[in-house]
């Protein structure tokens, strides 16, 4: 069997077994694709059927979640949890509240976790899970309330060594907390169940900074291998969220110019850049005052609001999608190599169309997968919960010298699997091959599970 035979039969058995879910297809065609040549060099991989096995879920809960708003109305909300993986570690991934949230997205991202973790080379599986709940226009009581009626069922499957939720879109440190605060009171216990928690409560420094961090360093390590870096650069970022806010801010000090931000109403374009002052207004508008991005082009007169867009039509060096899935499509990708962009950095999880990545590759930029270059997120969990584990906590110094060490590390892999013959290095492949085998090893390891 030659490799497009074995993705197209496997593919089309997992469509079959998993109809109406797009975007966990797409993930899974693309690691598929990555590894297919490493397993049909393996009989072993073969006959244990290791990667049918990786695309089941171990588990999947979903449960029903009810809450009453401050109208006194009851609603109720659809909440999940993916246990995708435990081969190397108690599963780890966010928890996404998002009105599009559904079985295939979280599928997808805790596919994409399994792998991403891996890449992190620290003992974590992988998991994901979420709710429907819009958290937009939600009092302070409605988002305390959803977030404690979330985990009255889902604590039951989730504990230090078992399952380890963390934030993602819609979940930062506020609701993270809510969580905690409930878990720990259904099951009076204090332990490190979460992360991205406050710094009072076991909370790590650099974890929410990690993951725009970890994906400018993972950025100028691929600039380095043709010897460039982010100074000098412009730079177009879409979101305006946790990990958007970093990569400006991170991108920034490395002497970018960032141009752009964006949230799902529409994008900003600073022709003067947004400086240092202006991001820390960002910081506020987005956090403190959970206002829209538009609001900076009031702010600052001389930038642009588009509606309705997205930043990929402006001239950047370096693109930095940093929102959602399938958000920079093959039209966008044509739009970005014609102005001249020669790096892409996902900061979100697979925000690039399986078309558009081809483009980048056709035109050999440098192009990376969120699973390598987002992982510094994940990454810096692991660190908190080794600090939980100690009860110790290390310096911001500290946490980000071994965050920058793992994104090292992990484009190292990147090269050492991506690397084609012409030298080009393909971080897609690269990342896969790298995530993959690990997590191969262990299951095969342990037995037929
Ligand atoms: P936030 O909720 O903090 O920010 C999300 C941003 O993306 C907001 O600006 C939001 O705009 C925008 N956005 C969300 N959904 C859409 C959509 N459907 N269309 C357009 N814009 C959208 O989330 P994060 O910054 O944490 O997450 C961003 C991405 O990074 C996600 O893909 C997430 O999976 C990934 N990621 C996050 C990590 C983390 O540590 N937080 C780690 C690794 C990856 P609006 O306000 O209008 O909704
Ligand atoms: O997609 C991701 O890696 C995250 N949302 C972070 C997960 C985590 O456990 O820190």
Do not use: F
């Given at each position: 069997m030659n490799a497009k035979s074995y993705v197209d039969n496997f593919m089309n058995e997992l469509v079959t077994k998993n109809p109406g879910e797009p975007e966990f297809h797409q993930a899974v065609r693309e690691v598929v694709e990555s590894v297919a040549d490493y397993i049909l060099e393996s009989p072993q991989l073969m006959k244990m059927k290791v990667m049918e096995r990786i695309v089941e879920p171990e588990r999947v809960i979903m449960f029903r979640v009810p809450w009453v708003n401050d109208a006194g109305e009851v609603v109720i909300n659809k909440g999940y949890r993916v246990q995708m993986n435990s081969a190397i570690g108690p599963y780890k991934g966010g928890v996404r509240f998002h009105a599009s949230v559904n079985l295939s997205i979280l599928k997808f991202l805790a596919f994409e976790q399994t792998f991403k973790n891996s890449l992190t080379t620290l003992p974590m599986g992988g998991g994901k899970g979420g709710s429907n709940f819009d958290p937009k226009g939600k009092s302070e009581m409605e988002i305390m309330r959803f977030c404690q009626s979330f985990i009255t069922e889902l604590y039951r499957h989730i504990g230090p060594d078992t399952d380890v939720p963390a934030g993602d879109i819609g979940v930062g440190g506020r609701e993270v907390a809510y969580m905690f605060g409930q878990y720990k009171r259904l099951s009076n216990e204090f332990t490190g169940t979460f992360t991205g928690k406050g710094i009072s409560f076991g909370g790590s420094l650099m974890r929410p900074e990690a993951t725009g961090y970890g994906a400018c360093y993972f950025g100028e390590a691929m600039l380095a291998t043709r010897g460039d870096s982010y100074k000098g650069k412009k730079v177009c970022i879409s979101g305006s969220g946790n990990v958007a806010q970093f990569a400006a801010k991170k991108a920034t000090e490395l002497g970018a110019t960032v141009m752009t931000m964006s949230d799902s109403n529409g994008y900003i374009y600073d022709p003067d850049g947004i400086s240092p002052e202006k991001l820390q207004y960002i910081f506020q508008l987005k956090?403190?005052?959970?206002?829209?991005?538009?609001e900076y082009a009031n702010k600052y007169p001389t930038a642009k609001y588009v509606a309705d867009a997205r930043p990929w039509g402006e001239k950047c060096d370096i693109a930095m999608p940093c929102a959602t899935q399938n958000e920079l499509n093959g039209a966008e990708a044509d739009m970005l190599l014609k102005n001249g962009c020669k790096c892409v950095v996902e900061g979100a999880n697979m925000p690039t169309t399986p078309d558009a990545i081809a483009k980048f590759q056709a035109a050999k930029i440098l192009y990376s997968p969120g699973k390598a270059s987002n992982a510094g997120g994940v990454a810096t969990s692991g660190l908190e919960m080794s600090q939980n584990s100690m009860r110790l906590g290390w310096s911001a110094e500290e946490v980000d010298q071994r965050l920058r060490g793992i994104m090292s590390n992990i484009h190292s892999a990147c090269v050492k699997y991506g690397t084609e013959p012409d030298g080009y290095i393909n971080y897609v492949k690269g990342a896969n091959i790298s995530g993959f085998m690990k997590v191969a090893d262990a299951m095969l390891a342990q037995g037929i599970v």
């Open positions: 956090n403190v005052l959970r206002g829209r991005i538009r």
